[in-house]
């Protein structure tokens, strides 16, 4: 069984920076990808950055030039850089892993953007 446990989220100022973490555990491919998605209140989920077993990466256009993704496949783990956030940011921001053409999610981490 495939579990995903997330850390790193919290309050921060607009302007600030926060990194999330994300480490899988389990039976996994390691042709994998990984990723992150957030959930804003009462909003759809929506695709923030993914990564690639081979470290390919793509982005949401919100978050372009602010935010970066990587990963240590030996460890199963991919991070998330945010810097510059933005009230807009704040969300829940779930982790996100696909292998052996299954999905899996973690629990979630709240990010705030506040003052």
């Known amino acids: 069984q495939v579990q995903l446990v997330e850390s790193g989220g919290g309050l921060v100022q607009p302007g600030g920076s926060l990194r999330l973490s994300c480490a899988a555990s389990g039976s996994i491919s390691r042709f994998n990808n990984m990723g992150w998605y957030r959930q804003a209140l009462g909003k759809q989920r929506e695709l923030v950055s993914t990564i690639t077993s081979g470290a390919e990466t793509n982005f949401a256009d919100s978050v372009k030039g602010r935010f970066t993704i990587s990963r240590e496949n030996v460890k199963n783990t991919v991070y998330l850089r945010m810097n510059s956030l933005k009230p807009e940011d704040t969300a829940v921001y779930y982790c996100?892993?696909?292998?052996?053409?299954?999905?899996?999610w973690g629990q979630g981490t709240q990010v705030t953007v506040s003052s």
């Open positions: 996100y892993l696909r292998a052996s053409a299954r999905d899996h």
